[in-house]
């Protein structure tokens, strides 16, 4: 079973600021996502990995798969972008594995 | 595109009592998933279809859940008799490929259990 830790847990930040939240897991996968759900709503999914760098609009993730881990990085942050953003992991044919999410506060 | 559809949105019950809610995935996805996420922690799979196929139902507290898929298009997830600690929030996803397809999520239904 894997194991996914992601930090911080909480992070309150200012307007414009580059946002960094991490993602580690403890066996191999297939696929990583990175997910974003606002209070009160859905799960919107952000990026799906295998491997390497993606990047749309501030958004870009980014996999290291011999280290198990993975950043989601936000650039110019905007209060917008205040969610809970969430790591997923995939070994397989097996469902998702969930992190806690990091709730990410960014203020004006 | 229609969205993953999901009902009620929202649903408060008595302990003891049953509910049920639906979930109709994006036309095409084989894969559907249904997840129970508690206030404060990440969602938790309760049961992924393959079509009309359960893949992995683990995680599904078969004394009191049920879920189907009988068309292999849209799914219930049962609960019977509710307990307090059934309050959550149950999101349905669905995707086009179990191991590679990218996941779509319904605004889930919350459920409140008194």
């Known amino acids: 079973k894997n194991e996914v830790e992601q930090s911080p847990q909480n992070l309150t930040a200012q307007e414009g600021e580059f946002i960094t939240i991490n993602c580690s897991y403890s066996v191999g996968i297939s696929a990583l996502h990175w997910l974003q759900q606002h209070p009160g709503g859905g799960i919107v999914s952000l990026f799906m990995?295998?491997?390497g760098k993606k990047k749309h609009g501030r958004l870009i993730a980014t996999i290291n798969i011999q280290e198990k881990h993975s950043s989601l990085h936000i650039t110019a942050s905007h209060p917008r972008d205040s969610a809970v953003y969430i790591c997923?992991?995939?070994?397989?044919?097996?469902?998702?594995?969930f992190g806690k999410g990091t709730h990410l506060i960014i203020q004006p | 595109e229609a969205g993953v559809a999901q009902s009620p949105r929202y649903k408060i019950i008595e302990k003891r009592q049953s509910v049920a809610f639906w979930c109709n995935p994006i036309?095409?996805?084989?894969?559907l998933y249904w997840y129970q996420q508690i206030l404060g922690q990440g969602p938790k799979l309760l049961i992924q279809?393959?079509?009309?196929?359960?893949?992995?139902d683990s995680q599904l507290p078969k004394d009191r859940f049920s879920a189907e898929r009988l068309k292999g298009v849209d799914s219930t997830l049962k609960i019977q008799p509710a307990k307090l600690e059934d309050s959550a929030v149950y999101l349905c996803?669905?995707?086009?490929?179990?191991?590679?397809?990218?996941?779509?999520f319904g605004e889930g239904s919350r459920l409140t259990v008194l």
């Open positions: 997923a992991v995939r070994g397989g044919a097996d469902g998702l594995t």
């Open positions: 990995l295998s491997s």
């Open positions: 996803a669905s995707s086009g490929a179990s191991t590679t397809g990218e996941l779509f």
């Open positions: 279809f393959q079509n009309n196929g359960v893949v992995d």
């Open positions: 036309s095409g996805h084989a894969t």
